[in-house]
């Protein structure tokens, strides 16, 4: 399988701009070849477009410093490209599974530049990475390649922050677990309750959404390609960015400890797309980051050769007691305990749902009998009126 490792590095002031011009021509290269795509009634194939848009154009006066950088991260903007336009057209047909792929668009000047280089672009040189026709960069090594890399990205992103991320092939490891399995439940005000009774709490984002907020309606009141605006706009791009970061620590340090103490993850399937469509919940889902910590436990799950389980979204954990198995149908949101007259226990909402996950992962949900079927079962709140 293979992984991906980001490192961050401070170029010098002649390095920012040799990748400055790196990035330019990259992004010329990329809206050039796309825009020969679109002129063209039936797509030309990747070695036709790099002649034409790089070998050719390099001896024309409007693009011949196009030959003053690598050719090797040009060349790649246009494979990158073909790719683009193959999971374009494998989406149309269905041949692609998840959310559709849309139609390739032009790269723009603002906003997140990248560039890759291949073997023969880069090599190592001591404790830093020469990147042709750029130099050698130095980059904050916090942990060891454990392989040598078969592809390096240079990436700038909307904050002016320069990161170096290499793609490498990992083997799986085998490690014994602690538990043989776990259900997962997700949710806005605990970001996950776990079958086994913990709970895991979100870090806050509100302080730094209000900034972000506020910064962006006096980003909307500022004149366009002025000095103040683009002054602001780094400033959202730096908030951002710090509310991201907090949220990929989280979801590591979480997903690790999930991954290294179960055998068996299982997991419920929610349709998040849809669920973002509530005007007064989609600000706080969006922010907790829920598929980005799927992928985060599936991705760790198969490295270190756990198991990972999905049921599906139509399956009554929160309705059932996951005692007695009794099914006491559809509760509102703002109960979060009940009380099962069928067996007498009180459940907490979010560890019955996560504890019915676990259940019907492991195959285990028909040992359960449903007993006194004609007996209520009523939020906690409302004992005393039954």
């Given at each position: 399988?293979?992984?991906?490792?980001?490192?961050?590095?401070?170029?010098?002031?002649?390095?920012?701009?040799?990748?400055?011009?790196?990035?330019?021509?990259?992004?010329?290269?990329?809206?050039?070849?796309?825009a020969?795509?679109?002129?063209?009634?039936?797509?030309?194939?990747?070695?036709?477009?790099?002649?034409i848009?790089?070998?050719?154009?390099?001896?024309?006066?409007?693009?011949?410093?196009?030959?003053?950088v690598?050719?090797?991260?040009l060349?790649?903007?246009?494979?990158?490209?073909?790719?683009?336009?193959?999971?374009?057209?494998?989406?149309?047909?269905?041949?692609?599974?998840g959310?559709?792929?849309?139609?390739?668009?032009f790269?723009?000047?603002?906003?997140?530049?990248?560039?890759?280089?291949?073997?023969?672009?880069?090599?190592?040189?001591?404790?830093?990475?020469?990147?042709?026709?750029?130099?050698?960069?130095?980059?904050?090594?916090?942990?060891?390649?454990?392989?040598?890399?078969?592809?390096?990205?240079?990436?700038?992103?909307?904050?002016?922050?320069?990161?170096?991320t290499?793609?490498?092939?990992?083997?799986p490891?085998?490690?014994?677990?602690?538990?043989?399995?776990?259900?997962i439940?997700?949710?806005?005000?605990?970001f996950?309750?776990?079958?086994?009774?913990?709970?895991?709490?979100?870090?806050s984002?509100?302080?730094?959404?209000?900034?972000?907020?506020?910064?962006?309606?006096?980003?909307a009141?500022?004149?366009?390609?002025?000095?103040?605006?683009?002054?602001?706009?780094?400033?959202?791009?730096?908030?951002?960015n710090?509310?991201?970061?907090?949220?990929?620590?989280?979801?590591?340090?979480?997903?690790?400890?999930?991954?290294?103490?179960?055998?068996?993850?299982?997991?419920?399937?929610?349709?998040?797309?849809g669920?973002?469509?509530?005007?007064?919940?989609?600000?706080?889902?969006?922010?907790?980051?829920?598929y980005?910590?799927?992928?985060?436990?599936?991705?760790?799950?198969?490295?270190?050769?756990?198991?990972?389980?999905v049921?599906?979204r139509?399956?009554?954990?929160?309705?059932?007691?996951?005692?007695?198995?009794?099914?006491?149908?559809?509760?509102?949101?703002?109960?979060?305990?009940?009380?099962?007259?069928?067996?007498?226990?009180?459940?907490?909402?979010?560890?019955?749902?996560?504890?019915?996950?676990?259940?019907?992962?492991?195959?285990?949900?028909?040992?359960?009998?449903?007993?006194?079927?004609?007996?209520?079962?009523?939020?906690?709140?409302?004992?005393?009126?039954?």
């Amino acid at each position: 399988m293979k992984a991906r490792y980001r490192y961050r590095f401070y170029p010098t002031s002649q390095q920012q701009q040799s990748l400055a011009r790196l990035f330019g021509c990259v992004r010329v290269v990329w809206n050039d070849a796309l825009a020969l795509c679109k002129q063209s009634d039936k797509k030309p194939s990747s070695a036709d477009l790099q002649k034409i848009v790089i070998t050719q154009a390099k001896n024309t006066e409007e693009r011949a410093w196009l030959g003053e950088v690598s050719c090797v991260p040009l060349q790649q903007s246009v494979a990158d490209l073909d790719v683009a336009f193959k999971n374009f057209f494998n989406s149309c047909k269905g041949k692609r599974k998840g959310r559709k792929v849309g139609y390739p668009k032009f790269k723009k000047r603002t906003g997140s530049q990248s560039a890759r280089f291949r073997v023969g672009g880069f090599s190592f040189k001591h404790r830093g990475i020469y990147l042709a026709k750029i130099g050698i960069v130095s980059p904050i090594w916090s942990r060891e390649l454990p392989s040598e890399p078969s592809s390096v990205t240079v990436i700038k992103d909307c904050a002016n922050r320069y990161f170096l991320t290499f793609v490498i092939e990992v083997q799986p490891i085998q490690a014994e677990a602690k538990n043989p399995s776990i259900g997962i439940d997700l949710g806005i005000k605990t970001f996950a309750v776990m079958s086994n009774g913990e709970k895991a709490e979100s870090p806050s984002y509100k302080k730094l959404d209000r900034k972000v907020r506020k910064l962006q309606r006096k980003l909307a009141r500022q004149p366009h390609d002025s000095r103040r605006r683009s002054v602001t706009r780094i400033r959202i791009a730096k908030l951002h960015n710090q509310i991201a970061d907090t949220r990929q620590d989280f979801l590591h340090k979480l997903s690790t400890k999930i991954v290294n103490e179960n055998q068996v993850i299982i997991w419920e399937d929610l349709n998040v797309s849809g669920m973002v469509k509530n005007r007064k919940l989609s600000r706080a889902i969006s922010q907790q980051g829920w598929y980005e910590f799927r992928t985060l436990c599936e991705a760790k799950s198969e490295k270190l050769g756990r198991e990972f389980k999905v049921i599906s979204r139509w399956e009554p954990t929160s309705q059932v007691c996951s005692d007695c198995g009794f099914k006491w149908g559809k509760i509102d949101l703002s109960i979060r305990s009940v009380l099962c007259l069928s067996c007498g226990t009180e459940q907490d909402r979010d560890e019955n749902a996560a504890r019915n996950i676990e259940m019907v992962g492991m195959g285990h949900r028909h040992d359960l009998k449903c007993t006194l079927r004609q007996s209520k079962t009523i939020s906690v709140a409302s004992v005393d009126e039954a």
